[in-house]
């Protein structure tokens, strides 16, 4: 990648393609093409193609997708696996048509079965049933993989695609209707702290196993991956290493201070028993992260205090709602 290449960053405003930007922006890369979600809806295939044969750019970040927890996954599943297919097929299309040299597609660790053996390899991909609480967000992102993958064969189309685990940050989404467990979790300990609510109700057994990477992590994965354009097919983008629901949840109690009472619901859905993913692929290239659990909870939960008037998701309760 040259300093001068025109790269455009879809969904900027997110977690993701907003932490790509700010590490693009430090790697010297000056030329950044963005568009919000009003500018350019990326479900309409032609105005992707009309962006696309004005803008040609010569890289492309696709970190745009519907993006949600186990609960909007589960209720929107129509929405979940319409607006994926439809954003990812006319992003890579257009890209491939209009001389994009070098493609960066984000999928997710929930593209692997529900039951793939731990941790997961990027060869488990489409070896057994997926997790059905997710499965219409996965199935769109396994035809987003396969679709980079049969571009790269027909038409030598130069694309990466990175299965992070569960990122988390500043910017994240702190919606309890829509959000991950670990910005949900924050929410839920921060409104207990001040009082809101008498108890924090944390959802299913606290026994399923999650890993979490810190977004200026994966962003420094992305951009590192794009530079080795050599490297193609999907790659795992993780830290190595997993806790359990009930360990998170002590650690974000700690780091928001809040010492009063929390119960377990059992009635609520815990997903797939253990999702760590076996990064030895990126390790080899020479890639690690550099962001412990702790201090990344920490500089998001700052980030949070900073920005809690306007954190996405939170304004509602900020104006009563
Ligand atoms: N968050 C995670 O834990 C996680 C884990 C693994 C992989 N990923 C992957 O990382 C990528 C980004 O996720 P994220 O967490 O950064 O999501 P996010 O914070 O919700 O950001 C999604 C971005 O896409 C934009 N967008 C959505 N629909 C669009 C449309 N039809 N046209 C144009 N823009 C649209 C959003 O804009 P608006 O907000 O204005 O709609 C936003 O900028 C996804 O592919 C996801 O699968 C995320």
């Known amino acids: 990648m040259n300093e001068s290449d025109r790269i455009y960053v879809a969904g900027h405003t997110g977690l993701a393609g907003s932490a790509i930007c700010r590490r693009l922006a430090t790697r010297g890369y000056r030329n950044l093409v963005t568009r919000t979600h009003g500018e350019l ?17 010569q890289v492309v970040f696709l970190a745009a997708a519907r ?37 960066v597609f984000l999928g997710s660790s929930c593209v692997y079965p529900r039951l793939a053996p731990q941790p997961m390899r990027e060869e488990h991909l489409l070896t057994g049933p997926l997790e059905p609480t997710n499965e219409w967000y996965a199935v769109a992102k396994i035809a ?8 790269a064969r027909q038409y030598g189309f130069n694309a990466i695609s990175l299965m992070p685990s569960n990122l988390y940050g500043p910017r994240d989404n702190f919606d309890l209707e829509n959000a991950h467990v670990l910005p949900a979790l924050m929410r ?12 924090v109700v944390l959802w299913g057994s606290g026994r399923p196993r999650r890993e979490f990477l810190y977004v200026d992590d ?7 991956l794009a530079e080795q354009e050599s490297v193609g097919g999907l790659i795992n983008v993780g830290v190595g290493s997993d806790v359990t629901i009930a360990e998170l949840a002590s650690l974000v109690r700690r780091t928001v201070g809040y010492d009063g009472p929390e119960r377990f619901d059992a009635a609520r859905p815990d997903g797939t028993p253990q999702k760590l993913l076996d990064t030895s692929r990126l390790s080899a290239l020479g890639w690690k992260p550099r962001t412990t659990l702790e201090e990344g909870l920490r500089q998001t939960y700052q980030w949070f205090l900073g920005h809690s008037g306007h954190a996405r998701g939170y304004e509602s309760r900020r104006a009563g709602g």
């Open 144 to 151: 987003g993989i396969q679709t980079c993958r049969a571009f």
């Open 218 to 224: 994966l962003a420094d994965a992305a951009v590192f």
């Open 188 to 199: 839920k300990y921060h409104e207990a702290k001040l009082g809101l609510v008498p108890e």
């Open 41 to 57: 809806d990326l479900s309409q295939q032609a105005a992707v193609e009309a962006f696309f044969r004005e803008q040609r750019p």
């Open 67 to 103: 993006v949600g927890g186990i609960h909007a996954n589960d209720t929107y599943a129509g929405d979940f696996i319409r607006d994926n297919l439809l954003i990812q097929t006319h992003v890579i299309d257009s890209a491939q048509r209009h001389g994009t040299r070098r493609f």
